[in-house]
Protein backbone atom coordinates (compact mmCIF):
# COMPACT_ATOMS: atom_id res chain seq x y z
CA UNK A 1 0.00 0.00 0.00
CA UNK A 2 1.14 3.17 -0.75
CA UNK A 3 1.22 6.28 1.63
CA UNK A 4 1.11 9.97 1.20
CA UNK A 5 1.63 13.04 3.24
CA UNK A 6 1.83 16.88 3.32
CA UNK A 7 3.48 18.93 5.01
CA UNK A 8 4.08 23.00 5.94
CA UNK A 9 7.36 23.89 6.69
CA UNK A 10 7.31 26.95 9.19
CA UNK A 11 9.62 29.38 10.16
CA UNK A 12 13.05 27.95 11.65
CA UNK A 13 13.06 24.90 9.54
CA UNK A 14 9.98 22.53 11.37
CA UNK A 15 7.83 20.24 9.09
CA UNK A 16 4.59 20.26 10.42
CA UNK A 17 2.25 17.30 8.85
CA UNK A 18 -0.89 18.71 7.85
CA UNK A 19 -4.57 17.63 6.68
CA UNK A 20 -4.76 16.55 3.05
CA UNK A 21 -5.80 18.98 0.35
CA UNK A 22 -5.21 21.63 -2.68
CA UNK A 23 -6.28 24.55 -0.41
CA UNK A 24 -3.08 23.86 1.70
CA UNK A 25 -1.34 25.41 -0.73
CA UNK A 26 -1.25 29.24 -0.02
CA UNK A 27 0.53 32.33 -1.11
CA UNK A 28 2.78 32.39 2.49
CA UNK A 29 3.65 28.86 2.83
CA UNK A 30 6.18 26.29 1.43
CA UNK A 31 4.36 23.27 1.16
CA UNK A 32 5.74 19.76 0.90
CA UNK A 33 3.84 16.90 -0.60
CA UNK A 34 5.41 13.36 -0.56
CA UNK A 35 4.03 10.59 -2.35
CA UNK A 36 5.22 7.34 -2.47
CA UNK A 37 3.01 6.13 -5.60
CA UNK A 38 5.13 8.33 -7.85
CA UNK A 39 8.63 8.18 -5.88
CA UNK A 40 8.53 11.91 -5.91
CA UNK A 41 8.52 14.49 -3.59
CA UNK A 42 7.01 17.84 -4.54
CA UNK A 43 7.68 21.12 -3.10
CA UNK A 44 5.61 24.45 -3.85
CA UNK A 45 6.52 27.71 -2.81
CA UNK A 46 4.01 30.24 -2.69
CA UNK A 47 4.15 33.68 -3.90
CA UNK A 48 4.86 35.56 -0.81
CA UNK A 49 7.91 33.43 -0.11
CA UNK A 50 11.36 34.58 -0.32
CA UNK A 51 14.40 33.39 -0.88
CA UNK A 52 15.31 32.90 2.74
CA UNK A 53 12.20 30.60 2.72
CA UNK A 54 12.26 28.96 0.07
CA UNK A 55 16.06 27.28 0.94
CA UNK A 56 14.94 26.62 4.06
CA UNK A 57 11.63 24.46 2.74
CA UNK A 58 14.64 23.04 0.38
CA UNK A 59 16.30 21.84 2.94
CA UNK A 60 13.51 20.19 5.20
CA UNK A 61 12.48 18.30 1.44
CA UNK A 62 15.98 16.91 1.12
CA UNK A 63 15.98 15.98 4.74
CA UNK A 64 12.63 13.85 3.61
CA UNK A 65 13.97 12.81 0.42
CA UNK A 66 17.05 10.97 2.83
CA UNK A 67 15.68 9.32 5.99
CA UNK A 68 11.59 9.31 5.12
CA UNK A 69 9.28 10.29 7.73
CA UNK A 70 8.75 7.82 10.76
CA UNK A 71 5.67 7.18 12.07
CA UNK A 72 5.83 4.58 14.79
CA UNK A 73 6.95 2.01 13.59
CA UNK A 74 6.85 2.31 9.52
CA UNK A 75 9.25 5.12 7.72
CA UNK A 76 6.79 6.32 4.53
CA UNK A 77 8.65 7.46 2.31
CA UNK A 78 12.42 6.17 2.63
CA UNK A 79 12.29 5.10 -1.45
CA UNK A 80 11.51 8.98 -2.57
CA UNK A 81 13.94 8.77 -5.72
CA UNK A 82 13.10 13.13 -6.85
CA UNK A 83 12.26 16.49 -6.00
CA UNK A 84 9.91 18.72 -7.57
CA UNK A 85 10.77 22.02 -6.84
CA UNK A 86 7.28 24.46 -7.63
CA UNK A 87 7.73 28.34 -7.76
CA UNK A 88 3.88 29.44 -8.25
CA UNK A 89 5.45 32.97 -9.28
CA UNK A 90 6.61 31.20 -12.24
CA UNK A 91 3.03 28.98 -13.05
CA UNK A 92 1.96 29.87 -16.17
CA UNK A 93 5.28 31.95 -17.33
CA UNK A 94 7.15 28.77 -17.35
CA UNK A 95 6.68 26.01 -19.16
CA UNK A 96 8.80 23.36 -16.91
CA UNK A 97 6.96 25.13 -13.49
CA UNK A 98 3.05 24.49 -15.20
CA UNK A 99 4.18 20.74 -16.38
CA UNK A 100 5.41 20.19 -12.64
CA UNK A 101 2.46 21.59 -11.44
CA UNK A 102 0.29 19.93 -13.62
CA UNK A 103 1.89 16.97 -12.05
CA UNK A 104 0.92 18.01 -8.70
CA UNK A 105 -2.61 18.85 -9.22
CA UNK A 106 -2.82 15.22 -10.63
CA UNK A 107 -1.86 14.08 -7.34
CA UNK A 108 -3.96 16.19 -4.84
CA UNK A 109 -7.22 15.34 -6.83
CA UNK A 110 -6.54 11.43 -6.48
CA UNK A 111 -9.48 9.96 -4.20
CA UNK A 112 -7.82 9.24 -1.09
CA UNK A 113 -8.49 7.32 2.43
CA UNK A 114 -7.46 9.62 5.43
CA UNK A 115 -6.06 7.30 7.96
CA UNK A 116 -3.98 8.40 11.30
CA UNK A 117 -1.59 11.49 11.74
CA UNK A 118 -2.74 13.30 8.45
CA UNK A 119 -1.69 10.32 6.21
CA UNK A 120 -3.21 9.11 3.23
CA UNK A 121 -3.11 6.43 0.95
CA UNK A 122 -4.60 6.58 -2.70
CA UNK A 123 -5.64 2.19 -2.43
CA UNK A 124 -8.57 3.16 -1.56
CA UNK A 125 -10.40 -0.59 -1.32
CA UNK A 126 -7.40 -1.95 -0.02
CA UNK A 127 -7.33 0.46 3.28
CA UNK A 128 -11.25 0.13 3.87
CA UNK A 129 -10.86 -4.05 3.66
CA UNK A 130 -8.01 -3.55 5.89
CA UNK A 131 -9.90 -2.21 8.98
CA UNK A 132 -11.75 -4.37 10.92
CA UNK A 133 -13.67 -4.19 14.40
CA UNK A 134 -12.17 -4.97 17.31
CA UNK A 135 -13.75 -7.55 19.09
CA UNK A 136 -13.72 -7.85 22.83
CA UNK A 137 -11.94 -10.79 24.31
CA UNK A 138 -14.23 -12.24 26.25
CA UNK A 139 -13.12 -12.16 30.18
CA UNK A 140 -12.20 -15.79 31.94
CA UNK A 141 -13.20 -16.45 35.11
CA UNK A 142 -10.35 -16.46 38.06
CA UNK A 143 -9.53 -19.37 39.50
CA UNK A 144 -10.41 -19.48 43.25
CA UNK A 145 -7.95 -19.81 45.34
CA UNK A 146 -7.07 -22.85 47.20
CA UNK A 147 -6.96 -22.92 50.81
CA UNK A 148 -3.62 -23.60 52.19
CA UNK A 149 -3.07 -25.84 55.24
CA UNK A 150 -1.70 -23.52 58.45
CA UNK A 151 1.55 -24.41 59.34
CA UNK A 152 2.57 -25.63 63.06
CA UNK A 153 3.88 -23.40 65.14
CA UNK A 154 7.76 -24.60 66.16
CA UNK A 155 9.49 -23.59 69.50
CA UNK A 156 11.27 -20.41 69.36
CA UNK A 157 14.56 -21.05 70.10
CA UNK A 158 16.33 -18.28 73.07
CA UNK A 159 18.53 -15.99 71.32
CA UNK A 160 22.00 -16.28 72.19
CA UNK A 161 24.02 -13.15 74.50
CA UNK A 162 25.80 -10.79 71.95
CA UNK A 163 29.26 -10.38 72.15
CA UNK A 164 30.73 -7.52 73.64
CA UNK A 165 31.80 -5.39 71.17
CA UNK A 166 35.52 -4.22 71.16
CA UNK A 167 36.25 -0.43 72.29
CA UNK A 168 37.09 2.02 69.37
CA UNK A 169 41.40 3.17 69.27
CA UNK A 170 41.35 6.27 69.56
CA UNK A 171 41.71 8.01 66.40
CA UNK A 172 44.96 10.09 65.56
CA UNK A 173 45.03 13.23 63.99
CA UNK A 174 47.42 13.60 61.20
CA UNK A 175 50.29 16.52 61.66
CA UNK A 176 49.25 18.88 59.50
CA UNK A 177 52.55 20.11 57.73
CA UNK A 178 52.45 24.13 56.17
CA UNK A 179 54.41 24.76 53.23
CA UNK A 180 55.03 28.16 51.90
CA UNK A 181 53.87 28.27 48.38
CA UNK A 182 56.39 29.59 46.38
CA UNK A 183 55.65 33.00 45.04
CA UNK A 184 54.94 33.66 41.02
CA UNK A 185 56.82 35.40 38.89
CA UNK A 186 54.72 37.92 36.79
CA UNK A 187 56.43 38.29 33.20
CA UNK A 188 54.75 41.19 31.05
CA UNK A 189 54.62 40.18 27.52
CA UNK A 190 53.78 43.65 25.67
CA UNK A 191 54.92 43.15 22.71
CA UNK A 192 52.37 40.08 22.66
CA UNK A 193 49.85 42.44 23.52
CA UNK A 194 49.90 44.54 20.89
CA UNK A 195 50.07 41.84 18.60
CA UNK A 196 46.81 40.29 19.99
CA UNK A 197 44.74 44.02 19.78
CA UNK A 198 46.34 43.91 15.90
CA UNK A 199 44.52 40.62 15.14
CA UNK A 200 41.60 41.57 16.81
CA UNK A 201 41.71 45.03 15.09
CA UNK A 202 41.72 42.93 11.35
CA UNK A 203 39.11 40.80 12.59
CA UNK A 204 36.64 43.93 12.77
CA UNK A 205 38.44 44.85 9.23
CA UNK A 206 37.40 41.52 7.39
CA UNK A 207 33.47 42.24 9.51
CA UNK A 208 33.24 45.24 8.11
CA UNK A 209 33.94 44.98 4.29
CA UNK A 210 31.76 42.10 4.44
CA UNK A 211 29.12 44.68 5.74
CA UNK A 212 29.76 46.89 3.06
CA UNK A 213 29.32 44.67 0.19
CA UNK A 214 26.29 43.46 1.44
CA UNK A 215 24.99 47.01 1.88
CA UNK A 216 26.45 47.43 -1.31
CA UNK A 217 24.35 44.61 -2.94
CA UNK A 218 20.98 45.52 -1.09
CA UNK A 219 20.75 48.76 -2.24
CA UNK A 220 20.33 46.52 -5.68
CA UNK A 221 18.49 43.61 -4.75
CA UNK A 222 16.55 43.28 -1.76
CA UNK A 223 15.51 39.48 -1.64
CA UNK A 224 19.16 37.70 -1.32
CA UNK A 225 20.85 34.68 0.19
CA UNK A 226 24.68 35.21 1.64
CA UNK A 227 26.54 31.91 2.49
CA UNK A 228 29.73 31.45 3.89
CA UNK A 229 32.03 28.44 2.01
CA UNK A 230 34.37 25.75 3.51
CA UNK A 231 37.49 27.77 2.28
CA UNK A 232 36.61 31.01 3.54
CA UNK A 233 34.91 32.84 0.39
CA UNK A 234 31.68 34.09 0.31
CA UNK A 235 28.92 33.96 -1.95
CA UNK A 236 25.74 36.25 -2.45
CA UNK A 237 23.17 34.84 -4.37
CA UNK A 238 19.56 35.83 -5.60
CA UNK A 239 16.80 33.92 -7.29
CA UNK A 240 17.62 33.93 -10.36
CA UNK A 241 21.19 32.94 -9.50
CA UNK A 242 24.68 33.94 -8.17
CA UNK A 243 25.42 37.89 -7.83
CA UNK A 244 29.23 37.81 -6.57
CA UNK A 245 31.79 35.96 -5.17
CA UNK A 246 34.51 36.95 -2.92
CA UNK A 247 37.48 36.09 -0.66
CA UNK A 248 39.23 38.12 2.14
CA UNK A 249 42.94 38.14 2.78
CA UNK A 250 43.18 37.66 7.00
CA UNK A 251 46.60 38.78 6.77
CA UNK A 252 45.95 42.42 5.26
CA UNK A 253 42.37 42.29 5.41
CA UNK A 254 42.03 43.19 2.01
CA UNK A 255 39.04 41.89 -0.26
CA UNK A 256 39.06 40.34 -3.82
CA UNK A 257 36.46 39.33 -5.47
CA UNK A 258 36.44 36.07 -7.95
CA UNK A 259 36.80 36.34 -12.25
CA UNK A 260 32.96 35.03 -12.52
CA UNK A 261 31.42 38.07 -10.19
CA UNK A 262 28.50 39.63 -11.29
CA UNK A 263 28.85 38.39 -14.52
CA UNK A 264 24.87 37.23 -14.12
CA UNK A 265 23.77 41.11 -14.00
CA UNK A 266 24.25 44.42 -15.82
CA UNK A 267 27.43 46.56 -16.27
CA UNK A 268 25.07 49.31 -14.55
CA UNK A 269 24.69 47.73 -11.34
CA UNK A 270 28.22 45.97 -11.53
CA UNK A 271 29.09 49.21 -11.33
CA UNK A 272 27.12 51.07 -8.99
CA UNK A 273 27.36 48.26 -6.73
CA UNK A 274 31.73 48.30 -6.85
CA UNK A 275 31.57 52.14 -6.76
CA UNK A 276 29.43 51.75 -3.52
CA UNK A 277 31.90 49.60 -1.87
CA UNK A 278 34.66 51.54 -2.35
CA UNK A 279 33.06 54.39 -0.95
CA UNK A 280 32.61 52.76 2.15
CA UNK A 281 35.39 51.45 2.30
CA UNK A 282 37.49 54.98 2.46
CA UNK A 283 35.37 54.98 6.21
CA UNK A 284 38.30 52.28 7.26
CA UNK A 285 41.19 54.68 6.68
Given at each position: MDYALMFNVKPGGVSEPIKWGKDQLQPDRSII??????????????????????????????????????????????????????????????????????DLEKVLDKP??????????????????????????????????KPTPQAKAQPKAKPSEPEPKPKPKPKTEPKVETQEKPKRKVELEPIKKASDEKEGSKGLIVEARVGFVLKAVLDHYSDIWVSKKDDGSYAIEMMEGPICKFEIDKSTAKLKFSQNSFSGISTNIKTAIQKKYIELSKLLK
Open positions: VLDESTLSLYLWHGQQQGLVQRRTALRQAQSLKGHGYTVGKSIIGRDIKTIKEIDARKVGKVPEADELYSVKELEDNIVTFDVEEAEGKISKKVGATAKPKPKP
